[in-house]
């Protein structure tokens, strides 16, 4: 084979395909701007796992309202990004994916989130998963999961939808920013002491010396000296004074720093309460016989600022007095126990309160 048809026959081939490759991309782009959207077709997985949260018509019902174009539309028309949007918008959707099939259906595939609990505290109706993210309850949901009622206050807004540690992250950067803040109010408190220090510093320096060139007898020098130690006692009160309102304002700020800290500390508080909580639902609906057992978490903070729960039960009328979310597997063991060995006996309507808070024993109360 001659060089010249060794370098030819490939370049025709590449022209070849490189042709091929244009003519089928200008076909499609036509076939696109003519072929109209004929059906829409959405897919949300996990849809009964627990309930529902996203149904089929109720994402029509969005696109309907929306007015973004859709059926009937050409393929070219139809803003993707928009639906996408539209749908991602929404809290209890997790990711959210919109294509158009060459059989000009418009596909969208929907994740929604997996609640792990339900909140119905004071002023709230959201449900919230394992790693934190709230979201508001959508109407007419359906999801069976534990539900927290109470007195309790979780660490977030009440129409907060997010993640919380972020929120919780965002709090705290703006104490942060309060202190530093604070800490520059300081600086000219810083130099009124400095100033006051050095005219102090001055005051102590201040001497006289008899004037004998002027022949100036001792009585004249003393009196002199008088005066002066009357001026500096004087000026001495004055800078005590100073410093003492320059250090009260000082110790007023220093104050409200230590109170913005505390705001701080109370915040990761609050928010390590609230973990513990949904650890505490996980590990209960990872038991079969609590999940099923369990079916209300009644959530309150003490007034020394713990977080403590009581337990409604599906088996009788009493509630379980739980306390802190502390040793809680062998508050768990000690109630299968008075289960098994005393309820069982006893009967399940016999007891109004039972209680596990206090170290090995079960207190009852009727």
Same mark, same amino acid.
């Given at each position: 084979?001659?060089?010249?048809v060794r370098y030819i026959l490939p370049a025709f081939l590449w022209a070849l395909v490189g042709g091929y490759? $244009? !003519? ?21 997985? *996990? ?15 969005w696109i309907e309202r929306s007015g973004i174009p859709t059926l009937g539309t050409t393929v070219d028309a ?77 660490? !977030? ?11 919780? *992250?965002?709090?705290?950067?703006? $104490? ?13 408190? !810083? ?16 001497? $006289? ?41 000082? *110790? ?20 390590? *309460? ?5 650890? !505490? ?86």
């Amino acid at each position: 084979m001659s060089r010249l048809v060794r370098y030819i026959l490939p370049a025709f081939l590449w022209a070849l395909v490189g042709g091929y490759m $244009i !003519f089928a991309t200008v076909a499609a782009r036509r076939a696109r701007s003519v072929r109209q959207v004929g059906r829409l077709e959405i897919e949300v997985e *996990d849809s009964t796992a627990q309930g529902y949260l996203v149904t089929s018509s109720r994402v029509r019902g969005w696109i309907e309202r929306s007015g973004i174009p859709t059926l009937g539309t050409t393929v070219d028309a139809v803003d993707l990004t928009a639906v996408e949007k539209l749908i991602a918008c929404n809290g209890f959707v997790e990711r959210v994916a919109a294509y158009v099939a060459h059989s000009g259906a418009l596909h969208i595939a929907i994740e929604p989130r997996r609640p792990l609990v339900r909140l119905l505290t004071e002023g709230r109706n959201a449900y919230v998963t394992t790693g934190g993210y709230v979201f508001a309850a959508p109407r007419a949901s359906s999801l069976y999961v534990p539900v927290v009622t109470g007195s309790y206050q979780p660490p !977030f807004p009440v129409d907060y939808v997010g993640d919380i540690r972020m929120w919780i *992250d965002s709090e705290q950067e703006k $104490i942060e920013q309060r202190i530093a803040e604070l800490e520059q109010e300081k600086y000219p408190l !810083f130099r009124r002491e400095l100033d006051n220090d050095r005219r102090t510093a001055a005051l102590r320096r201040m001497r $006289i010396k008899q004037r004998w060139w002027r022949l100036e007898r001792a009585s004249e020098f003393e009196l002199r000296v008088a005066e002066l130690r009357a001026v500096k006692a004087e000026l001495r009160r004055r800078y005590r004074y100073e410093a003492r309102l320059v250090q009260q304002e000082i *110790d007023h700020i220093a104050g409200r720093q230590e109170a913005e800290r505390e705001r701080q500390k109370k915040l990761e508080k609050s928010y390590e *309460d609230f973990m513990k909580l949904l650890t !505490f639902v996980e590990r209960v609906e990872d038991d079969d016989f609590w999940r099923s057992e369990v079916v209300q978490v009644i959530a309150r903070t003490t007034p020394g600022g713990a977080l403590e729960v009581d337990l409604v039960p599906r088996s009788g009328r009493y509630r379980i007095l739980f306390g802190r979310l502390e040793n809680e597997e062998r508050k768990f063991s000690k109630l299968m126990q008075f289960y098994r060995k005393g309820l069982t006996k006893v009967g399940w309507d016999t007891y109004r309160t039972i209680d596990v808070r206090y170290g090995d024993q079960v207190v009852c109360r009727k």
